[in-house]
């Protein structure tokens, strides 16, 4: 089975920071639009972030933008979220998903249903 495996979710006080890494074997990110999607309790899977394989181009959603940031090293097969100032409503399983298209339209690429291969998801937790 080929599926991207994120890392580095944990328990954080409102304010700190964590770094969320998406890994896979098997699976090459190359070529591929790479994306963070996150879903709380009662709610659907949401658009955090993506970044494009071609130019490296990078989408946030309106509630991260300016806290998160999303990444690629492609030498080592690997995504990363470096999330900062972190609220309680950031609470989520986050999800790191691959797209096979290097490029998505702006309103496609916060499409989940467009993304080929999923995580099994990383539990990140904020507390007040």
């Known amino acids: 089975q080929v599926q991207p495996v994120e890392s580095g979710g944990g328990l954080v006080q409102a304010g700190g920071s964590l770094r969320l890494s998406c890994t896979a074997s098997?699976?090459?990110?190359?070529?591929?639009?790479m994306g963070w999607f996150r879903q709380a309790p009662g709610k659907q899977r949401d658009f955090v972030a993506a970044?494009?394989?071609?130019?490296?181009?990078?989408y946030y959603a309106d509630s991260v933008k300016g806290r998160f940031t999303i990444s690629r090293d492609d030498a080592k097969n690997t995504v990363y979220l470096q999330m900062n100032s972190l609220k309680p409503e950031d609470t989520a399983v986050y999800y790191c998903?691959?797209?096979?298209?290097?490029?998505?339209?702006?309103?496609?690429?916060?499409?989940?249903?467009?993304?080929?291969?999923w995580g099994q998801g990383t539990q990140v937790t904020v507390s007040s």
């Open positions: 998903a691959a797209a096979a298209a290097p490029d998505m339209r702006i309103a496609l690429i916060k499409n989940r249903v467009l993304y080929d291969y």
């Open positions: 098997g699976l090459t990110f190359s070529e591929k639009t």
């Open positions: 970044i494009t394989w071609t130019g490296g181009i990078t």
